[in-house]
């Protein structure tokens, strides 16, 4: 009885301690009772409502601090945290008597205090950016949930609630009106689920008819248990619509008073915001009604890191949610390796070809094929009830009844009794489903449009100059980025041993072979040289979950030789043995290598993307012609430097021509004079004695340099002269 009455209790006491103390909404966190007012720090001992009371002092002397009045260091410590000896005598701090300043308790008091109010604001901003995440965001986890509810127990009034909820996600203005009639069918559901548990309720009342054998080996199918995945026919035909009698009744209806709790949540976060909205005087400005944080624009994410994570969150699906909704399908496609996976993989190539500004009217039509599609899926589950006598042993018989292999019918996602499908397959469709749904919100109305400029615009070649710590994690994304990409992709090569696997290498190399250089190249050059290995990529996964087929549904009738080839050649190994209950192939083949998954590709495609995203942003062109004015600089550069040398070069070869010619005339003087002399010698001339002194000197060249002979003979040719100009020899 304890055990019983305990959750209720609890649930009453926290019901009344919300209404009585948290309910009323005031800045001073204060109620009124009997026309007084109750402090809720009364609640705490003395000395810690003395330090609330004196952080609240401290705010407010802080606040009312004029712009302009503050000052630095620790005078304005000083400043706030000592306040003037009037204003203290005005408090009502029970402890500020016992506690002079100056001393140590009172620098821990102060210490204190402020850490206190630091704390408490930090506090307050976490609930209101909680309170922002859940207006923002519970419809949305209300729709997995529901669809999480809608999966966990198949059954058809489930169906219904499925119909209702992919038809509500596109349309989010009808959560006003849609939400109240799903809580209201959700209520009646589970009441009807109590009322089936009485014992006057008999299931065989709800049968169909009575008349049909199916089933005959019935413990081959269900063993007469309730599965998630398929109700059992010893409940009756009553378990199709999801009744069923049930010992463990708290899981029976857990799921339906989740996800009550969850739309109950919804309305509280709606009703919440708008009374802060209200309250505060706040204004949400029209492109900030989809953002987590407010009052973000792009200037101040050029200058911190927090403020830029704050941007992408706010508006990186505004952006980029259409490459999102391309890798999400992507990654379906490696988990469904059926029929539907082959089929996501064609749309995929289809909105891969389409431009981005041709997809808006494609979106909504993708969008209403795969919400079909889902519904089939989901009723392909459900099956038809067995007093409908279908099926073996029945009246009539599915239209693929003929299908004798299982792994077949599996692959096909078709219904049976004799075998259960996977239903978990479902979660990734309905994943892709709604961000299908987000992303057709911004092709209507994206909020960016109606933004201004500081929110869109920014300084984008500023990073380069390395001032702030998120330039260099901007560098490292849009200079060195690609270079993890390239890993990747030789990552993917080098992990199989296959066709694809070479095609991956030599797509590799060529980007490796050019290295830097590509990053020099313009926006649109980059852009279709990765679009390139992203639609290889896409073939590479369309190819392989296609080969699915062969492994795991005919791996039986393939011959040894042929299935060996189509493992190793293509890397077809079957993905899921277990579930398409596939032999391994190494019983047929001397060396089989590891099959690598198509979660490979899928993320091998996620980070192509992502690639292909970088080189489409303005910073990566800032990149580029910061390394094309680089390289224009440097050539510059080094024609100065050549110049420069030449002009050099040229100097010397002046001075060197220079001293040549002056070495030339000096010989061609030595040599008149040499002439002059034996002239005079002939004649009969008498030298005078300090010619031939000098001429002695001139012959011996190895005392002297060549240009002290040729001074020496210059001097003497002077003499000479002077001699042979004179009237009296």
């Known amino acids: 009885l304890v055990k019983v009455l305990v959750p209720p209790a609890v649930f009453i006491a926290v019901v009344a301690v919300q209404l009585r103390y948290f309910q009323p909404v005031s800045r001073d966190v204060t109620l009124q009772y009997e026309g007084e007012s109750l402090d809720l720090t009364s609640l705490l001992p003395k000395f810690f409502q003395s330090v609330v009371q004196h952080s609240k002092s401290v705010e407010g002397e802080a606040e009312e601090v004029p712009d302009g009045e503050e000052e630095d260091g620790e005078e304005a410590l000083g400043s706030v945290s000592t306040p003037e000896p009037s204003l203290r005598r005005q408090r009502t701090v029970s402890s500020a008597s016992s506690i002079q300043p100056g001393t140590t308790a009172y620098k821990v008091y102060r210490a204190l205090s402020y850490l206190l109010l630091k704390i408490r604001q930090l506090l307050v901003d976490l609930l209101h950016l909680l309170w922002r995440f859940l207006e923002l965001h519970t419809h949305k986890i209300v729709s997995l949930v529901l669809f999480a509810v809608v999966l966990s127990q198949i059954s058809a009034a489930y169906l219904v609630l499925l119909f209702t909820l992919l038809f509500v996600v596109p349309l989010p203005y009808l959560n006003p009106l849609t939400f109240p009639l ?396 277990t579930y398409y209950g596939s032999p391994d192939p190494s019983s047929d083949c001397s060396s089989v290598p590891n099959n690598v998954g198509l979660w490979v590709d899928a993320v091998n495609f996620a980070v192509i993307t992502l690639q292909i995203i970088i080189f489409d942003s303005q910073y990566s062109e800032s990149v580029r012609q910061e390394l094309r004015h680089k390289e224009i600089n440097a050539g510059y550069f080094a024609d100065v430097f050549d110049a420069k040398v030449e002009l050099k070069q040229e100097e010397a070869r002046n001075k060197k021509s220079s001293e040549l010619q002056g070495i030339k005339e000096r010989t061609d003087r030595l040599k008149l004079t040499e002439n002059r002399i034996d002239h005079l010698l002939y004649a009969g001339v008498i030298v005078p004695p300090d010619i031939e002194v000098r001429q002695a000197h001139l012959k011996s060249p190895a005392k002297t340099t060549a240009e002290d002979r040729i001074d020496s003979s210059l001097e003497l040719s002077d003499t000479v002269s002077i001699h042979s100009d004179d009237p009296d020899p």
């Not at 009575?210 to 089933?215: M, R, V």
């Not at 339906?256 to 509280?268: C, D, E, G, K, T």
């Open 182 to 577: 799903m809580t209201l069918y959700l209520g009646a559901f589970t009441t009807i689920r109590m009322v089936y548990q009485l014992p006057i309720i008999k299931t065989s009342d709800f049968n169909l008819t009575s008349n049909c054998s199916i089933l005959a080996n019935e413990s081959d199918v269900t063993s007469g248990k309730v599965f998630h995945d398929r109700y059992s026919p010893r409940d009756g035909d009553g378990a199709w619509f999801g009744f069923h009698k049930t010992d463990d009744f708290a899981n029976y209806v857990a799921g339906p008073i989740i996800a009550v709790l969850l739309l109950s949540l919804w309305f509280s976060s709606r009703r919440h915001q708008a009374h802060y909205y209200s309250a505060e005087k706040i204004t949400i400005r029209p492109w900030e009604q989809g953002s987590l944080f407010l009052k973000v624009t792009r200037q101040g994410a050029e200058r911190s890191v927090l403020e830029s994570t704050k941007y992408l969150i706010n508006h990186f699906y505004e952006m980029y949610g259409v490459e999102v909704c391309w890798t999400m399908l992507a990654i379906a496609v490696a988990v469904r390796i059926d029929v539907y996976g082959i089929f996501y993989a064609l749309i995929l190539g289809l909105l891969l070809f389409f431009p981005r500004r041709f997809l808006a009217p494609v979106w909504l039509c993708y969008l209403t094929v795969h919400g079909l599609l889902l519904l089939v899926q989901y009723f392909l589950l459900l099956g038809l009830p067995y007093g409908a006598c279908v099926g073996p042993g029945g009246d009539t018989d599915y239209p693929w009844g003929g299908i004798n292999r299982t792994a077949l019918k599996r692959w096909l996602f078709l219904t049976d009794y004799q075998q259960i499908l996977n239903k978990n397959l479902l979660y990734a469709d309905f994943l892709v489903y709604l961000l299908v749904c987000f992303q057709i919100y911004y092709f209507n109305d994206n909020p960016l449009k109606k933004a201004g400029k500081d929110v869109t615009e920014g300084l984008l070649a500023g990073f380069l100059k390395l001032q702030f710590f998120v330039d260099y994690v901007k560098v490292f994304v849009f200079q060195y980025f690609f270079w993890l990409s390239l890993f990747l992709l030789f990552f993917t090569a080098v992990s199989r041993i296959s066709l694809f696997g070479l095609l991956y290498l030599l797509l590799c190399f060529v980007f490796l072979y050019r290295g830097q250089e590509m990053l020099k190249d313009s926006k649109t050059f980059k852009h279709r040289s990765w679009a390139f290995i992203r639609l290889v990529t896409w073939a590479i996964l369309l190819v392989r979950v296609s080969l699915q087929i062969a492994d795991c549904v005919f791996s039986d009738s393939t011959e040894g030789t042929a299935r060996c080839i189509l493992v190793l050649l293509f890397n077809a190994g079957c993905n899921s043995r």
